[in-house]
């Protein structure tokens, strides 16, 4: 049986030669299947280094393996049904192995807890995302309930303590997420938006100390990494809880601006990059610190999600359109050739067609080079999940094309102010669909393709700009120097 992929990793030469030996060895597969964001990208990186340090290999084939995660989504119910339909397309291949072990970890685990088992009997283990460096002893432990029953199965083992900081150190292991790296700098999140499932299931924001971040970023740049991806729910919090002082060398909290500037003193990195952040988080430490660390992306996701103050009051966004503009003058002062980007919810319940129209007014106002637009869906363990979702399906989906219309306009105004210049691009890969092309990223984070050698790959070029689209630019290589 094969099961299709949702997020998979090509193995590299290091892993492919370890999944071999450790085939030859018998010792046991893990299989991950990863859904959602890039956090869980990273959580599913660190779960198979867990096992790989506890002597597993990790196979590509699901019929090879012994073990079977799924690392799940929690923010859309369409997302976790998906998951419930993959895991269900392993019952058989259950049947016909019982000593296979299914676990469901991440975001819907720790939402939905034991549902797992009513919906999907032969699921195993399900672990919270607080717990997830747990997971092999928590296989250990099925493995030891199973031997103690006789084989004949036993209860789901559930662990989705919030409780603690869950302990991270990859350093033993070999590195394995490529030239663009993923940094989880902090988890949680501290703030309640009304629709918003994270506090759920992330917990309280808890901020990794700087040195842990910086040891981190060493080895994965010794092992190829060159741009490094700062991950968080509200990126810009960062710092808030820890300790006055730590990793600063000044009075005060560290902050995200102090780790931006430690980041820029390591040898062999290329780009900073930041995902995602909060307007209410925007303070001018961090406006300069993306000004004087030329490493750091020209680029900020800060999502306005309305244009609404109404609306963004019945969000408990805690800001208005007018604090929104404030943080934005801030960062141009700071870096006038800043790119932002933005989420957008339209159909928020009583959202009316005035409201609408403040949101598409506020997005061709701001300017924004990407947005990303969504319906609103009423999601469980939400304030607003008790209010009316009385928005017409019909008049949602007018309202996303009318946005995304607007979105295209906007993105296709800001690639074209890039026409007949050169940009500093980082060249991630060959061009999809493209033969002789490569793709890069310019440092506004803009999708930029030109033809070029794939030596080129892991370099930063200068490209001159021949032709723009909503979606990214593409021109040549221009004299470099």
């Not at 998951?83 to 392993?90: H, R, T």
């Not at 919030?162 to 991270?168: K, Q, R, S, T």
């Not at 190829?224 to 991806?229: I, K, N, S």
């Amino acid at each position: 049986m094969s099961l299709p992929r949702v997020q998979t990793r090509v193995p590299s030469e290091l892993e492919s030669h370890a999944s071999t030996e450790g085939e030859a060895s018998g010792a046991p597969a893990l299989h991950v299947v990863t859904f959602g964001c890039q956090m869980n990208k990273y959580d599913s990186l660190l779960v198979e280094g867990r096992f790989l340090q506890r002597g597993y290999r990790l196979t590509e084939r699901l019929e090879d393996a012994d073990v079977v995660l799924f690392n799940t989504c929690s923010v859309r119910d369409h997302a976790e049904e998906r998951v419930y339909s993959w895991v269900g397309a392993l019952a058989e291949a259950k049947r016909r192995r019982p000593e296979l072990v299914v676990g469901v970890m991440g975001c819907m685990a720790q939402r939905v807890e034991g549902e797992v088992f009513r919906r999907a009997s032969h699921v195993d283990l399900v672990c919270g995302t607080r717990q997830l460096t747990t997971l092999p002893e928590l296989v250990d432990e099925v493995r030891e309930r199973r031997r103690r029953s006789g084989g004949a199965g036993s209860q789901g083992l559930i662990e989705t303590s919030l409780e603690g900081a869950m302990e991270v150190d990859r350093r033993s292991e070999p590195y394995r997420d490529g030239l663009v790296g993923h940094l989880a700098v902090m988890r949680g999140c501290d703030l309640n938006c009304t629709y918003c499932v994270v506090p759920a299931t992330r917990g309280r924001v808890q901020s990794r100390p700087i040195d842990d971040l910086v040891a981190e970023a060493r080895w994965m740049i010794e092992g190829g990494a060159r741009v490094l991806t700062l991950l968080g729910q509200t990126v810009n919090s960062y710092g808030e809880d820890l300790p006055v002082g730590e990793g600063t060398g000044r009075r005060g909290r560290p902050g995200l601006s102090d780790l931006l500037r430690a980041l820029q003193e390591l040898e062999g990195l290329e780009r900073i990059r930041l995902i995602t952040l909060h307007p209410s988080y925007v303070t001018r430490a961090l406006a300069e610190a993306i000004r004087d660390c030329e490493k750091v992306d020209r680029f900020l996701p800060l999502p306005v999600q309305s244009g609404s103050d109404r609306i963004l009051r019945a969000m408990k966004r805690g800001y208005t359109t007018d604090l929104y503009r404030e943080r934005i003058a801030l960062l141009r002062e700071e870096v006038p050739d800043i790119e932002l980007g933005s989420d957008w919810i339209v159909g928020f319940p009583s959202e009316t067609d005035e409201d609408f129209e403040r949101s598409a007014a506020f997005l061709d106002e701001i300017g924004f080079v990407q947005n990303y637009v969504f319906q609103y869906s009423p999601r469980p363990d939400t304030r607003a999940f008790a209010l009316p979702d009385d928005v017409p399906i019909a008049a949602k989906k007018e309202r996303n094309r009318i946005l995304l219309e607007a979105a295209e306009r906007s993105s296709l105004a800001r690639m074209e102010t890039r026409l007949g210049g050169d940009v500093s691009a980082f060249v991630e890969a060959t061009a999809p669909k493209s033969p002789g092309s490569l793709r890069a990223r310019t440092v506004h984070n803009l999708p930029v393709r030109f033809e070029g050698d794939e030596k080129l790959i892991g370099t930063t070029v200068r490209v001159r700009i021949e032709a723009a689209s909503p979606y990214g630019l593409s021109g040549a290589l221009a004299e470099q120097g």
